[in-house]
């Protein structure tokens, strides 16, 4: 179930407002060139964003994603037809044949079992084409981004044409293991109303990602650094085919 600020259509029109710099997707950009791929199925694609930079550049482009108003939002994006829009998980996909499937930002961390992430990644093999690549990001846990979730260093005002003045910030909520909760709320300043969405993030290690990989069947290619966040970030490029053993 995904949380409130994707399914919310009060919420989902504000995503795209309130995170406008979108350099992290430049990577995976680059990716798409470096491994040659004409296809290309976007996990979790939310509002969309990535898919429609995809499809602008002649790509076929599949994205799918459990959030109905992050779709909404998507599917009205300039040059959203291009792009084949699924409402639901990786698990219900039809059958497909892409050569590259990617999940960015913490889509890969939502997964909160182990028994749920691979399935996902089983879901997501299957939709590959012979030898086809699945690339990941996840955040490095030793990194503790936690800490910086809170009111303080979150904080924005920002505004938005049709809405207003909103204020956002994080709280960090319970930190369990590797179960990180948190709390984002977002507070409309002309009507005096907030509403908030709480969600939680898994943060394995890189042996525990690369264990899940191995059960679903993939062959761990290479982790690299996310260009945009170095030491922050660890970046899978796992492969459907052959490959070196994790």
């Given at each position: 179930?995904?949380?409130?600020?994707?399914?919310?259509?009060?919420?989902?029109?504000?995503?795209?407002?309130?995170?406008?710099?979108?350099?992290?997707?430049?990577?995976?950009?680059?990716?798409?060139?470096?491994?040659?791929?004409?296809?290309?199925?976007d996990v979790g694609c939310?509002?969309?964003?990535?898919?429609?930079l995809l499809a602008d550049r002649g790509l076929e482009v599949v994205g799918v994603d459990p959030a109905g108003a992050s779709l909404a939002?998507?599917?009205?994006?300039?040059?959203?037809?291009r792009v084949r829009w699924i409402h639901g998980t990786a698990e219900s996909l039809p059958v497909l044949s892409v050569e590259l499937a990617v999940m960015t930002a913490n889509v890969a961390q939502v997964f909160l079992t182990d028994e749920d992430f691979v399935s996902t990644l089983r879901a997501i093999r299957r939709a590959l084409a012979p030898h086809g690549l699945l690339v990941f990001e996840v955040r490095d846990p030793s990194r503790r981004a936690w800490l910086g979730w809170n009111r303080e260093e979150t904080f924005s005002s920002t505004s938005i044409d049709g809405v207003g003045d909103v204020e956002a910030w994080c709280d960090l909520l319970d930190v369990q293991g590797e179960l990180v909760s948190f709390r984002w709320t977002h507070h409309f300043t002309g009507r005096g109303e907030s509403a908030t969405s709480d969600s939680t993030l898994r943060f394995r290690s890189r042996e525990?990602?690369?264990?899940?990989?191995?059960?679903?069947?993939?062959?761990?290619?290479?982790?690299?650094?996310?260009?945009?966040?170095p030491g922050r970030e660890m970046v899978f490029i796992v492969s459907a085919g052959t490959g070196r053993v994790p």
């Open positions: 179930m995904a949380d409130e600020i994707f399914t919310s259509p009060r919420l989902a029109v504000l995503y795209d407002a309130l995170d406008p710099d979108r350099d992290d997707l430049d990577a995976y950009l680059d990716m798409v060139g470096e491994f040659g791929a004409r296809s290309v199925l939310g509002t969309g964003t990535l898919a429609c939002v998507a599917r009205g994006k300039p040059g959203a037809e525990s990602v690369a264990a899940c990989v191995g059960t679903a069947g993939f062959a761990l290619q290479e982790v690299r650094g996310a260009p945009d966040r």
